[in-house]
């Protein structure tokens, strides 16, 4: 499997590996998303890595090892082997949020930078989706599926259309990483229940105000189609 690296601009970054689900065996459109926007975003180079490509054995094997600090993915390893590897999808956000230059896209008010993370959480309330779409199917598929429109989006649904309001943003007319995390989950509701969001017109227009986004678009684009939901789910190379 060859690996995937993008490199912009290499001056003023850390080297960055970021470690998920992405081998030619088995991919996953989820944890490792948000991480991916906002790079794409930032215009940050790192290397899009697997198990196999980055530690050279599979993901059974790297944690019995000990090679992933919770045993999960993804990981973000920064600098190199002698650097940090950072777990945790929140703290990966959080960093690589920090390292964007486009102002508030990284807020420096403790305040805005404490609502940014509340919007961020609250996306994190929606993991359920990510299975729902890249594993569940069959009669697993349908239960789920209808547990998590039923019981878990809503309530979120509406606190976050409350929070948007009119807004451009979630923080306001400057994008967020916040922005990011919600767009991720939304839109794997969105490949579920195509009209989903019928009713929430502020929804949609903001999705579209993120699609358009710089390095976002381009990313969108080019990255692997959920396909088989449900049924067999996998990921799909564009052609």
Known sequence: HKQEIYTLSMSSYPSLDLVYFSGPSFSVRARGET????????????????????????????????????????VLQIGGAEGRMIAQSGSIHRYLAALVKTPGFFPQDLAELAYCDMIQEAAQDMWKIQPIVNMFSDEKFQQEKEDFFKNTLPSTLQALTKLLSTHLFFNGSKVAYCDFAVYHHFDLCRLVEPTVFADFPTIKKWMSRVEELPGVRNYLARRPECVGIGVNPKQQPRA
Do not use: V
């Not at 215009?43 to 899009?48: C, K, L, S, V």
């Not at 198990?51 to 993915?73: D, H, S």
């Open 35 to 74: 991480a991916r926007m906002i790079m794409e975003f930032g215009g940050i180079p790192y290397t899009d890595q697997d198990c196999e490509t980055f530690f050279g054995m599979n993901f059974g094997e790297a944690m019995k090892n000990g090679k992933l600090p919770f045993g999960q993915l993804p």
